[in-house]
């Protein structure tokens, strides 16, 4: 409503509607009306103009017919009776994906205040997400990934109450992630693959979501303990090359439906929790590229549903003959006597020596990710290995 054009638009919009609103069944003789058949039709076609108007490539001429008043009829663009009104036709969807589109959003987007879904991803949209998104009171699947939307986080998501489904990965936000999005009631989120710098809050066992995906991204210091209270909803949590620190706390093992937990690259030092062992539903585990040190639990190897289990690039000295019979598992490039493909004696017996020590060298040597400055401070973390309670 912030578009002066929308005032001198509307009143006619209102009008027509008025006066075809009380023969409504001859409405469908009207094969190709000149207008919008009812005012939220008349909105989106506002909305879904502007936004033409702010596309300035799309090779596969996906909005080539967003043209005239019945945007039912765009491709792409999907309606149904609104959720208040079964006799309302109303824009409930538009999906772009892999449209290659190259654009913006435009802030009239937010007249689309029927849209339960929004799946734009695999284009080449810039910018923000507009603030005028918090009127998609019912919005439940918001998908922007593979674009490249910039700055920080979209806050506006935090203020959208229908949503289920949020996905803005593999765009090039960056900043801090709010703790407040782990309190949303949401499904899955995916944030992995931006520019996010931040801590995981301790309310990140809020979240109900049964995916969580954060990788790739800048996280600092450890997984909160309280991720143990996703015990009864978290199906897959993806840590991948976070900077994750210092511990995995024991909690983890309170995640009884977890099937994937990756924590591969990143800078986790200690011991495997026992713990895992008791998370019946793990199928997939990847703790690679970490300090990590001491024997494999044989009761993870133990695990039922355990299909591959990835331990390479650590500092393990001890592997039950269990583990060598699972279907899939990588334990090279640990210290594991009469194992094939190990690290030399020297960087074993160096590590355990000197365990931080070793272990910054380790990443500074083979996977080139903690740059020079840090490993002062990485050194101090793992002094005291374990998690504050508290995450700062
Ligand atoms: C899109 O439309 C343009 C112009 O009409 C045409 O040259 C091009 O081949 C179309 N592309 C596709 C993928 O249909
Ligand atoms: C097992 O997991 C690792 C690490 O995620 C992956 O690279 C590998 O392809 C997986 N193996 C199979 C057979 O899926």
Same mark, same amino acid.
């Given at each position: ?10 009143? $006619? ?34 909305? +879904? ?34 959720? #208040? ?28 205040? #029927? ?71 949401? #499904? ?64 983890? $093992? ?6 994937? +937990? ?32 001491? #024997? ?85 973390? +793992? ?10």
């Amino acid at each position: 409503m912030r578009n002066p054009n929308f005032h001198t638009a509307l009143p $006619g919009f209102f009008f027509f509607f008025f006066i075809l609103s009380s023969c409504r069944p001859s409405l469908q003789e009207y094969s190709s009306p000149a207008l919008p058949l009812n005012p939220r039709l008349a909105q989106a076609f506002i909305a +879904l103009q502007a936004w033409k108007h702010a596309i300035f490539s799309d090779p596969k001429n996906l909005t080539a017919n967003w043209y005239g008043p019945n945007v039912c009829k765009y491709t792409r663009v999907y309606c149904t009776a609104a959720l #208040d009104d079964p006799h309302v036709e109303v824009v409930a969807g538009i999906d772009l994906n892999h449209g290659d589109i190259q654009g913006f959003l435009p802030e009239e987007l937010g007249l689309l205040t #029927d849209l339960a879904l929004f799946h734009i991803n695999s284009n080449r949209f810039h910018g923000s997400i507009p603030k005028s998104f918090c009127e998609l009171r019912l919005l439940y699947e918001l998908d922007l990934s593979n674009n490249i939307f910039e700055g920080e986080f979209p806050e506006v998501v935090l203020r959208l109450p229908s949503l289920k489904y949020l996905d803005i990965r593999y765009n090039n936000f960056e900043g801090y992630v709010p703790s407040r999005v782990f309190d949303l009631k949401l #499904d899955a989120l995916f944030l992995n693959n931006n520019g996010f710098r931040f801590s995981l809050p301790e309310n990140i066992g809020n979240s109900p979501v049964s995916v969580l995906v954060l990788a790739n991204n800048q996280i600092n210091g450890c997984l909160p303990r309280s991720v143990a209270k996703m015990g009864a909803t978290l199906n897959e949590l993806m840590l991948t090359n976070t900077g994750l620190a210092g511990c995995l706390p024991p909690e983890v $093992g309170a995640l009884g439906r977890l099937t994937v +937990l990756d924590v591969s690259w990143n800078e986790l030092v200690g011991p495997l929790p026992e713990t895992i062992g008791k998370m019946r539903r793990l199928e997939q585990l990847n703790v690679a590229g970490n300090g990590l040190s001491g #024997d494999i639990p044989e009761s993870i190897c133990a695990l039922p549903n355990l299909k591959n289990f990835t331990y390479s690039f650590n500092f393990f000295y001890g592997e039950p003959a269990r583990c060598l019979k699972l279907q899939d598992k990588d334990d090279r490039k640990n210290c594991i006597p009469g194992r094939p493909l190990q690290r030399s004696k020297e960087q074993c017996a160096s590590f355990l020596s000197h365990p931080a020590h070793s272990f910054v060298l380790k990443n500074l040597l083979q996977t080139n990710h903690i740059p020079n400055e840090c490993s002062h401070g990485i050194s101090k973390k +793992l002094e005291g290995s374990s998690c504050p309670d508290m995450n700062r």
